[in-house]
């Protein structure tokens, strides 16, 4: 395998986390645009970890997913009560203001002699870990994606428990779930904080596979993409969000025909697919089509 | 098991060699076709050039990261020692984040921002500029 | 410090003309689709580049360019309405967003592939500098955005008061069934409405291009960003917030930048909707579009 579709299959994982850390969420019944705001956390705490005080990455990893719980919990909280557009909104402004203050973040350290850290606007270079410790493209990848395969058996666990169904109860009638003696807000808040972790994850990978980050790294598109691939994909299964990644960047790859006109060419497909399949690929009628075709 | 060991060895043993950073300049020329680069790569560590690396050459556009894949490129040896060409297919003009990996005796990452136009690229030194617009 | 404070409080109200504007646009849609529309500033950027393209071609009068920057906005949110919203019109709202954000790229890949260059010369909406007054400096472009607004949200109150469309759209939005039994043609008014919308964005795109005097790709994510900021710092889903929202939000940032700088100017806008809607939801609340 050459080391592009190493890069590649990489990037898919990577962002595979922030879908998923999306779709829980909408599962959980809030559409959130603001994801990329852990995910940077996530990349930041990550990052200053390994390249500032030499912390090993699972450690920092570990410090990263903490950091991006508690971010998302700090943001949660507030916006409890909040639904729908309000509650979109809101998390957009909250990691648009985690943006900018990744901007203004101005932390180095001297290591042999050259300053080493975050540096507002002009970003943090030289998240040098996976260099320093020998580890080669390939066994990166198998990194990520052992990491995303776990946290996918952890969803398909929860799927199918009560914790699952009470999660997509929660989605679509929170006051029914209420009713039934399910502390709503406690719930949510520990979805949010879930999310977030993941999110992060996914960004302390990003960092330590690109060595360079910055913020604009961590802007709306990224929300966005992230949430539309969960859409796209469907929100019937933990793979509806893996399958909208996957469609993305398999169109980008696979379309060198399309040199240039990709985007064109996917926005159309997609708004086109989204007329017959409005909730997505995967949705929760097809889960169930095939979930008894197959069990 | 023993290929890690083996890799962890060679990483203590490069380790103090690491510890100076490596450094690198772009220099492009819009070539007959639209958003194709020719571009030469100058590597230097310590104030020394750098030859001998295996040098490929990709690049990423900072926001957005991950969604316009640039197919990354081998570079050749160049005329002096230290340099390397390349001819960079970018999908469109603006800011990039040029993304040059080292393999073989170094191994090591480079990203490089440059802002590439119709007359080539320019090194970005990003002020508080807003991003407004 | 008082000159700093008047000036300052001038130039947001000019740009919060715009975003009022913008906001205006974005609750229109909402008012009456219920909708997001995540292609609405990069519709209104559509308009912009096809105007900037005229400008190179032919050089023509700034006024005209604003005739361009609607029709192009117009066109190019009917595409989006016949594509996102009216398959979705009885279904789900999520999908008509998410396939808004599809067109969205789809513009953004367009505009750079017929004007690739990162930033674009427009023509300035008057030639020669502001007007001194007193200590203050006046554009003569504020004054336009200002009485644009003004004008807009005027000519909006008559349409939707005293018109028979006014009348269809208001009975869209409080009974759409009915309204469809009474013979009103909905999909029509809901067309025509994203039409509206389209078109007071493009002209909101038409003054922030000809007093920057610049197009750049971003302004599509700029515009729906700042629409949607305003409509939701003034209290979504009415057409004075909609205006209210724009005008503070204008406001605060003139003044924020100025004293704290850019980067503060955007964290502090932010923070402003953050705060108003985890501590003061309740007058949020949609209200009808009056």
């Known amino acids: 395998m050459d080391d592009y579709t190493v890069g590649v299959l990489t990037n898919i994982g990577l962002i595979s986390f922030i879908a998923l850390s999306a779709y829980l969420l909408i599962i959980a019944g809030e559409m959130s645009f603001g994801q990329q705001g852990f995910f940077g956390v996530g990349a930041y705490t990550a990052g200053v970890a390994t390249a500032m005080y030499g912390i090993p990455l699972p450690v920092a990893a570990g410090l990263a997913m ?28 909250a990691a648009e203001m985690l943006r900018i203050l990744f901007e203004l973040l101005h932390f180095q350290r001297d290591i042999d002699g050259e300053p080493v850290g975050p540096d507002g606007t002009q970003g943090f270079r030289g998240i040098r870990w996976v260099f320093e410790n020998g580890v080669e493209p390939a066994g990166y990848l198998a990194l990520v994606w052992g990491m995303l395969a776990a946290v996918i058996v952890l969803f398909l666990l929860v799927e199918r428990s009560r914790l699952g169904a ?75 969000p893996l399958l909208g990644v996957l469609v993305d960047i398999g169109v980008l790859e696979g379309s060198r025909v399309f040199q240039g006109y990709r985007m064109i060419v996917f926005g159309g497909l997609v708004a086109i697919l989204l007329i017959f399949r409005p909730r ?12 008894r075709r197959f069990a | ?24 300049e772009l220099d492009c020329k819009p070539t007959k076709t639209d958003f194709i680069y020719d571009c030469k790569v100058k590597l230097s560590r310590n104030g020394q050039p750098l030859s001998g690396a295996q040098v490929t050459v990709g690049a990423d556009m900072p926001s957005m990261p991950m969604a316009h894949n640039v197919k990354p490129v081998k570079a050749k040896a160049g005329k002096a020692p230290g340099e ?23 191994k090591d990452q480079l990203i490089l921002l440059y802002e590439f136009d119709e007359k080539g690229a320019r090194p970005v030194r990003r002020g508080d500029k807003p991003p407004r617009k | 410090m008082i000159p700093d404070l008047l000036q300052n409080s001038f130039d ?37 580049y096809a105007a900037t393209w005229v400008s190179l071609a032919f050089h023509s009068n700034i006024f005209f360019l604003l005739g361009i920057t609607v029709l192009g906005s117009v066109i190019a949110g009917a595409y989006v309405e016949k594509l996102c919203f009216a398959p979705h019109r009885q279904g789900s709202a999520i999908a008509a967003m998410v396939a808004s954000f599809a067109l969205w790229m789809q513009f953004e890949e367009a505009v750079t592939l017929v004007m690739p260059k990162h930033l674009y010369d427009f023509p300035p909406m008057f030639e020669g500098g502001p007007l001194a007054v007193g200590p203050l400096l006046l554009r003569a472009e504020a004054l336009v955005m200002l009485a ?59 003054l922030i291009a000809a007093t920057y005097t610049q197009v750049t790709p971003m302004l599509g994510m700029w515009s729906t960003l700042k629409g949607l900021l305003a409509m939701m710092i003034g209290g979504l889903g009415s057409l004075r917030g909609a205006v209210v929202g724009g005008v503070a939000l204008g406001l605060v940032e003139a003044h924020s930048q100025w004293f704290l700088g850019p980067q503060a100017r955007d964290l502090i806008a932010y923070l402003l909707l953050f705060v108003l809607l985890a501590w003061r939801p309740r007058w949020m609340t949609i209200q009808s579009a009056s």
């Not at chain 1, 997505?280 to 979930?291: A, I, S």
């Open chain 1, 166 to 240: 009470t999660l997509r109860m929660l989605g679509e009638d929170p006051e029914l779930a209420r009713m039934l003696g399910v502390h709503v807000e406690r719930f949510k808040l520990g979805v949010a904080a879930v999310a977030g972790a993941l999110a992060a994850l996914g960004g302390a990978l990003y960092a330590h596979h690109n060595t360079y980050i910055e913020p604009r790294n961590f802007d709306i598109m990224l929300g966005v993409h992230s949430l539309a691939y969960a859409l796209i994909g469907g929100l019937g299964t933990v793979f509806g």
């Open chain 2, 84 to 106: 390397y060409e390349a001819m960079l297919d970018l999908e469109m003009l603006g800011e990039w984040a040029v993304k040059l990996r080292l393999a073989g005796p170094v």
């Open chain 3, 12 to 48: 947001g109200l000019a740009i919060g003309s715009a975003y009022a504007l913008l906001a205006v646009g974005f609750t229109l849609v909402f008012g009456v689709l219920r909708r997001v529309n995540l292609s609405y500033g990069p519709a209104i950027m559509v308009g912009c």
């Open chain 1, 66 to 93: 903490g950091a991006g719980a508690a971010a998302a919990f700090l943001v949660g909280l507030p916006t409890l009560r909040l639904r729908g557009l309000y509650f979109a909104m809101a998390t957009l402004a």
């Open chain 3, 148 to 206: 644009s607004a003004i004008a807009i949200c005027a000519a909006l109150q008559f349409l939707l008061g005293r018109t028979r469309f006014g009348l269809a759209v208001r009975a869209v939005i409080d009974a759409p069934v009915a309204a469809q039994l009474a013979g009103i043609d909905v999909p029509r008014v809901l067309l025509l409405v994203f039409l509206l919308a389209s078109a007071i964005g493009g002209l909101a795109g038409w």
């Open chain 2, 1 to 24: 098991m023993a290929k890690a060991a083996f890799c962890l060895v060679l990483a203590l043993l490069s380790f103090p060699a690491f510890a100076q950073r490596l450094q690198g």
């Open chain 1, 280 to 291: 997505g690929l995967l949705d929760e009628r097809v889960v169930n089509w095939l979930k």
